[in-house]
Structure formats: structure tokens, C-alpha cells
């Protein structure tokens, strides 16, 4: 399945699961909502491309942890609306940067999850 079939099928099984509908019109993204959403996208580009089963499942966690802070930040964000195309189109375009600016913020929450992980091992 291509990539943005595939991340189209992602987002819409998140939209569907948080009972999203499409607004009827073009709906405004704050600054801090945006960059949550291109960490999101990032994600879901990145998770299309990794070989190794695990890798990609991180990177699908981090897909919706992503899509957790912009509604967080925006609560009315139509994530059905935002998260679309033109968006993996623009993060694809610009995806060393955003890159940059995402991988940090990934790391850190595999960082964390791992210490959940490990404090509810013990």
C-alpha cells in the first residue's frame, strides 16, 4: 500500500476511534498545534518506512502521542481536517528539518515509556 494511503488509513482509524468528524469549513491551526501535528506526520512518514516490525510501531505510538498534544493544545482541532495530504506532503517536502525538531521529542517519550516500563517490571 503506498505511504499515503497507508497514513491516510492510520488517520482515519484515529479519527474514527476519537469520534472525529469533518468540519465544513477550513478549520484554523495555532503555531503549537501545527508543529504537534508535523511530529505526528513525521511520524507516520518515518513509520511507513522502517523495515523492522518494532521500529515502526514506535513510531506509530509516537504518531499519536503527537496527535494527543495538538488536541491537547487546540482541544476543537478536527484532526480529520488537519491531519491530510497537503500535511504529510509538507512534512515530506521539509522532513530533514522537522526532522530535527521532532526526533528529540521522540526519543525522549521512548525514554519514558521504557521507564514505565521497567518501574512496572519491578
Known amino acids: 500500500m503506498p505511504m499515503l494511503l497507508r497514513t491516510a488509513s492510520i488517520a482515519a482509524t484515529i479519527a ?9 469549513a477550513q478549520q484554523s491551526v495555532t503555531p503549537a498545534a501545527r508543529q504537534a501535528l508535523e511530529c505526528a506526520a513525521y511520524s507516520a512518514i518515518k513509520s ?3 523495515e ?5 510501531t514506535g513510531l506509530q505510538f509516537a504518531m499519536t502521542y503527537f496527535l494527543g498534544i495538538a488536541i491537547g493544545r487546540q482541544p ?3 484532526i ?6 497537503t500535511l504529510i ?3 515530506a517536502e521539509h522532513i530533514d528539518e522537522i526532522g ?3 526526533l528529540p521529542q521522540i526519543d525522549e517519550m521512548g525514554d519514558n515509556l ?3 516500563g521497567n518501574a512496572l517490571a519491578e
Open 80 to 85: 480529520v481536517e488537519t491531519f491530510d495530504a
Open 52 to 56: 523492522e516490525a518494532e521500529a515502526a
Open 16 to 24: 474514527v476511534a476519537l469520534g472525529v468528524t469533518p468540519a465544513q
Open 76 to 78: 476543537e482541532l478536527d
Open 114 to 116: 521504557s521507564k514505565v
Open 48 to 50: 511507513d518506512q522502517m
Open 89 to 91: 506532503n509538507f512534512v
Open 100 to 102: 530535527e525538531r521532532c
